[in-house]
Nanobody
Framework: QVQLVESGGGLVQSGDSLRLTCTIN????????LGWFRQPPGKQREGVSV????????WYLDSVKGRFTISRDNADTILTLQMDSLKPEDTAVYYC?????????????????WGQGTQVTVSS
């Protein structure tokens, strides 16, 4: 059983930075993927950034490229999302995710394990 626990959300102003952390507990099979999704108010969930553990390749949602950075510790027990130059449209519940044998990295159905989510609110 894999458990994912997010922390670090909050209320910030446009242009500010925020760092989300996900603590990962449990066993992940080979070819696992870790990442972050978000659900803006009244909208569907969308993939923000994911990393393929085997080789460290990273994917980003176009709208966050250059502003957000995903990283992980060597043991893959901590996953972080550094969010800079935040905009009001980044307001969402952010979820930590884990999956195996992912084929379409930014699609939510590829991921079996989800954290409870953490709220990020960016005021203008």
């Amino acid at each position: 059983q894999v458990q994912l626990v997010e922390s670090g959300g909050g209320l910030v102003q446009s242009g500010d930075s925020l760092r989300l952390t996900c603590t990962i507990n449990g066993f992940l099979r080979d070819d696992y993927w870790l990442g972050w999704f978000r659900q803006p108010p009244g909208k569907q969930r969308e993939g923000v950034s994911v990393v393929r553990a085997s080789d460290g390749k990273i994917w980003y949602l176009d709208s966050v490229k250059g502003r957000f950075t995903i990283s992980r510790d060597n043991a893959d027990t901590i996953l972080t999302l550094q969010m800079d130059s935040l905009k009001p449209e980044d307001t969402a519940v952010y979820y930590c995710v884990a999956g195996v044998s992912v084929h379409r990295p930014l699609l939510e159905y590829e991921y079996d394990h989800w954290g409870q989510g953490t709220q990020v609110t960016v005021s203008s």
